[in-house]
């Protein structure tokens, strides 16, 4: 698999919003605000990342996208539709979209064959286009010599290879990560990297990442974001945002490089 080494350049211009956030705000007691007036705008096909430390909410601003939480202020829109109220199973299911959880998403003690299988027996009803469907994916993320191990027993790296490739059987046009690239090796790192991007641009899919560590995510992403304090306090192009004076006081500190 090829290594990414430096940023994407891409050019999106003028495209209307596939998901628009308007005026979010989150709480889950009375004074402990999570997420504090969020409006963003995501384009389909972009990849936009979330960073920010621990606790900044970027796994709730996910939750909220799908549904399993809902905003106390604010309204989502998903292709121009107001899904606010929406619950989980029809937003996933009406605009297709999937979730990688930064932990688990897998059934420890079924191998990864029967994990594919597991899904795709509630996603794909017709038997012929399942095994086909789990067959490319298998040879996609490189799975053969661990279809037989069970989930338990891959390395972090599998496991997550494992996960993605599950929350492709639906064939989702919205693909939402919640850190996938974290607590991994450097070459396991490069080789999901390598991936992330290959599945925007083989199945044309948005998709939205978060992370901690910039350097790791910022090289896959058309569109960057740092949340801080319950707020976005800058967003641009990976180039913009190293450069942005309020990513180097809330997030990167002043001695930041990319290399």
Known sequence: MSVVKKFRITKIKNRKPLISLNKLSLSFKKNHLILDNISLDISKSQIIGLLGPNGAGKSSLMNLI????KPNFGNILINGEDVTEHPIYIRTKKFKISFVPQLGGYFADLTTEDNLNAIGEILISDTKQRKLKIEELISKFELDAVRK???KFLSGGMKRRLVISMSLLGNPEILLMDEPLAALDPQTIQ??????????????LTILITDHQARDL????????ILSNSKIVAEGTPNQLIQNE??????????????
Do not use: H, P, W
């Open 191 to 204: 080789m999901l990297q390598s991936i992330i991007i290959r599945l925007q641009s083989e199945y044309n």
């Open 149 to 151: 191990v069970e989930a």
């Open 66 to 69: 799908t549904g399993a939480l």
């Open 218 to 225: 910022l090289v896959v992403c058309d569109k960057a974001l």
């Open 246 to 259: 309020a990513a180097a006081k809330y997030y990167f500190g002043d001695n930041f490089k990319f290399k």
